[in-house]
């Protein structure tokens, strides 16, 4: 339990201890409740110490935690899959839409849907990291992207991105993620939107070694992942390129930038949600980049 106003960065630490979700519960005007699930572990204690130390330590940035506290309890994993599937709802992003596979979507004209069951650990679009890379994908997925250019998506995690970015018009989207559970839940994904044409999903880390070079990497990780990452993604960049990057928290995101710069990135755009932070990097000998359409 937290403060309103602390709610974004207590989230945020739950986010880093890769939590499959997040519910949010309002309890009064001053009190917000966050929850989630963590796997059985033998450090669970030393998480839990952590994590308190981390709450109390949000005083030195200035945010007021209120009467905080952290509290973990054993649950049937069956029991907490069934609540956390009622809190997740349909992600609305203009024309848009995020929604798991067992949410109601009435079709309309020129309406996007992408269906996901993202599992009990890898996303369902909802976290605002996931919002912020499907915004830039929205505003910097060009025409030329769209005819010829190839996605890649580090860290799929359910796919969602790499689904969002076919549904979206991609012509092919390469998609990496480290974790087998991952793979196998992405690619289901794929198939269920009606993609694998041109979604293919493998096991591995970073950007990998595609055939061709990338006309956009996008990777919502942390940055301590994104950061080591940012030479390999120049490397890999077609001419004109786009790198976005996600899942940074606000107190990190010069260090991102200043990494970039270091390997020949520019800064294009920095997009904002709370706390989390989204870069759209450039190379930096690449022509300016004209923005079609509007973010939403």
């Known amino acids: 339990m937290t403060s309103p106003g602390a709610a974004d960065a207590v989230a945020a630490m739950l986010w880093d201890l890769r939590v499959g979700g997040v519910a949010e519960d309002r309890l009064s005007p001053s009190a917000v409740r966050l929850r989630c699930y963590l796997p059985p572990s033998r450090a669970r204690a030393v998480t839990l110490r952590l994590l308190r130390a981390r709450v109390r330590g949000l005083a ?4 007021d935690s209120g009467r905080s506290s952290v509290a973990c309890r054993t649950v049937e994993i069956g029991r907490w899959a069934r609540a956390w599937r009622k809190a997740v709802r349909p992600v609305h992003l203009g024309r848009l ?3 798991p596979t067992w949410a109601r979507v009435p079709p309309r004209p020129g309406r996007i849907v992408v269906r996901i069951d993202p599992g009990m650990a890898f996303g369902s679009g909802a976290h605002p990291s996931t919002r912020l890379c499907l915004r830039a994908l929205l505003r910097y ?9 190839t996605v890649a998506d580090v860290g799929t995690g359910s796919g969602v991105l790499a689904i969002a970015a076919a549904r979206l018009g991609a012509a092919q989207v390469r998609a990496r993620d480290i974790d087998p559970e991952a793979v196998a839940i992405a690619r289901a994904n794929v198939r269920a939107n009606g993609v694998a044409g041109r979604v293919s999903v ?25 950061i080591p990452m940012l030479p390999e993604a120049r490397a890999r960049l077609a001419p004109g390129g786009l790198f976005i990057g996600s899942g940074i928290v606000a107190d990190r995101l010069d260090e991102v930038l200043a990494a970039a710069g270091a390997c020949g990135f520019r800064r294009v755009e920095v997009l904002a949600s709370g706390e989390w932070r989204a870069v759209v990097l450039a190379a930096r000998d690449s022509d300016r980049l004209e923005v079609r359409g509007r973010a939403c």
């Open 97 to 99: 839409i995020i929604a």
């Open 202 to 226: 493998v096991r591995g880390s970073g950007v990998g070694n595609p055939p061709v070079p990338a006309a956009l990497i996008v990777a919502n990780i942390v940055a301590d992942t994104i």
């Open 141 to 149: 997925l060009r025409p030329a992207d769209r005819a010829r250019g």
């Open 60 to 63: 030195r940035y200035g945010l």
